[in-house]
């Protein structure tokens, strides 16, 4: 087993639902994510665009890493709440009540 199948199954282990790791460079997606957070897409989210630069630049707060964990956890615990469907799709965790904190 290599090192990356030991840490995604220790992540399983732990109860993450989802794991994987990624290069600590720069993300192929940097200007899209930009353009998204200059068209206020981020919402209330504040602190996706308050640091915007160590998600666009990870070399920024990890100089020497040379690859990134990721982990997940569902936040899906039950049925969606009764009433009309709505117009659009909504992520689950608008639900819950352990919100990050904004900035």
Known sequence: MTLTQEILAYARELGFDLAGI???GKPPHG???AA???ADHHGQMAY?????????DPARWAPD?????????NYETGPA???PE????????????????AG
Do not use: M, N
């Not at 665009?49 to 666009?56: F, K, N, S, T, V």
């Open 22 to 24: 990624t290069p600590a």
């Open 31 to 33: 200007e899209a994510f």
């Open 36 to 38: 998204w957070l200059a």
């Open 48 to 56: 996706l665009a308050a640091r915007a630069a160590e998600r666009l």
């Open 65 to 73: 890493a040379h690859s990134i964990i990721l982990l997940g956890v």
């Open 81 to 83: 709440p009764a009433g």
């Open 86 to 101: 709505p117009a659009v799709e909504t992520a689950a965790y608008p639900c819950e009540t352990d919100q990050a904190p």
